[in-house]
């Protein structure tokens, strides 16, 4: 046994390349029929995993309605309450009523559903790890450097402040991409303005600092897999931008980690997952949590989801990130030293989804 790991161990440069070189992804291997998944995808156990039973069902994610989020003042700071209390202590909530029609959720999702079926050949066109590229097409943006790779296959664009044409992205779900993304910017300002309100500050102070400026899409598939408890569709990770909308169809897979228990996050049709990012979490100066989430792999699939992460991670720009001066004193001072989004966002791409928070490597001592 052994030496059956020192020997996959020592092959695993050679698989992970093989592996890169199909161009098929992890949908490829599912469509040639494999029924044991590749050691390169295979994790060790999660000791948190035996942290199940009755306590996980006694916490669910907070749901908050955004309809009266207009209708009077009344209603509007207790959303705004609703929101605060969910970001110091879950840093996930759900929305709902959120002004994104249902038809535009479920034609997103029928979009990605259509790009990834595609057939191989056709896809291969996307299919790279250049990252300066307009599209991104591959299977694991750390295939290369994590210590295992997930059961999921992604395509990744920045939609806003400069967007792709509309020929650069995918036929499939072009239409779709782009009015989705309207939608979502169009949402993403008003969190900001329920967070920055949240905070005690000016209703546009988070959004005039830049959190709103840059809308990133990652757009996963998690194929059906033959051994769903040997492997994950992603690792136990934190978002790195400000603030991640995420949507998710109704097979659900998505766990946060709560007070040491995975806590699933079940699918709720017409809601959309907002989650606090790392950035978010250093300049709020750890008063908003950005918490460690997981997709657990499943024998049915595919599952298709669409992140949006808020980071001007693409913007060359000097701008320096530290915790907000209105939020720090003399008894809660700075907790991270000051970083451009790109410095931030080059680390943590540096490292992959190693299960570290690279909040850390910001941290004053």
């Known amino acids: 046994?052994?030496?059956?790991?020192?020997?996959?161990?020592?092959?695993?440069?050679?698989?992970?390349?093989?592996?890169?070189?199909?161009?098929?992804?992890?949908?490829?291997?599912?469509?040639?029929?494999?029924?044991?998944?590749?050691?390169?995808?295979?994790?060790?156990?999660?000791?948190?995993?035996?942290?199940?039973?009755?306590?996980?069902?006694?916490?669910?994610?907070?749901?908050?309605?955004?309809?009266?989020?207009?209708?009077?003042?009344?209603?509007?700071?207790?959303?705004?309450?609703?929101?605060?209390?969910?970001?110091?202590t879950f840093g996930f909530f759900q929305v709902v009523n959120h002004g994104i029609p249902v038809a535009v959720?479920?034609?997103?999702?029928?979009?990605?559903?259509?790009?990834?079926?595609?057939?191989?050949?056709?896809?291969?066109?996307?299919?790279?790890?250049?990252?300066?590229?307009?599209?991104?097409?591959?299977?694991?943006?750390?295939?290369?450097?994590?210590?295992?790779?997930?059961?999921?296959?992604?395509?990744?664009?920045?939609?806003?402040?400069?967007?792709?044409?509309?020929?650069?992205?995918?036929?499939?779900?072009?239409?779709?991409?782009m009015e989705y993304s309207k939608q979502t910017m169009k949402l993403g300002i008003t969190l900001f303005e329920l967070l920055s309100k949240a905070l005690g500050l000016d209703a546009n102070y988070l959004k005039d600092i830049g959190c709103a400026k840059g809308l990133g899409f990652a757009c996963h598939c998690y194929p059906p897999c033959p051994q769903p408890e040997l492997t994950l569709g992603a690792t136990k990770h934190t978002d790195g931008g400000f603030l991640t909308i995420l949507l998710q169809d109704q097979i659900g897979g998505l766990q946060i980690l709560h007070q040491d228990h995975w806590i699933d996050v079940p699918p709720l049709p017409g809601a959309l997952i907002v989650n606090i990012g790392d950035l978010l979490q250093l300049i709020t100066n750890d008063r908003f949590k950005s918490v460690e989430h997981r997709v657990v792999a499943n024998h049915i699939g595919p599952r298709v989801s669409v992140a949006c992460f808020f980071s001007s991670a693409l913007m060359p720009s000097t701008n320096l990130y530290g915790p907000i001066k209105e939020l720090v004193s003399e008894h809660n001072p700075p907790k991270y030293r000051e970083t451009t989004v790109q410095d931030f966002a080059s680390y943590s791409f540096s490292k992959g989804l190693d299960g570290k928070s690279p909040l850390l490597h910001f941290r004053l001592s």
Request: aromatic letters at 10%; glycine letters at 4%.
């Open 105 to 177: 959720l479920e034609e997103m999702l029928h979009g990605l559903h259509r790009f990834f079926e595609q057939d191989t050949e056709v896809k291969k066109q996307f299919y790279t790890r250049d990252y300066t590229k307009k599209v991104v097409y591959n299977t694991n943006f750390d295939l290369f450097s994590a210590p295992a790779a997930n059961w999921r296959d992604t395509f990744l664009c920045f939609m806003a402040p400069s967007p792709p044409q509309p020929d650069e992205l995918p036929a499939p779900c072009r239409d779709i991409q």
């Open 1 to 88: 046994m052994e030496a059956a790991i020192l020997t996959s161990y020592s092959n695993r440069r050679s698989e992970l390349e093989a592996f890169d070189d199909t161009k098929a992804g992890v949908k490829g291997l599912v469509d040639a029929g494999v029924e044991k998944i590749p050691n390169i995808f295979v994790h060790p156990p999660d000791p948190l995993d035996n942290n199940s039973g009755g306590k996980c069902k006694e916490f669910s994610i907070p749901i908050i309605d955004l309809e009266r989020l207009d209708k009077d003042p009344k209603s509007h700071q207790e959303i705004v309450d609703k929101v605060l209390c969910a970001s110091e």
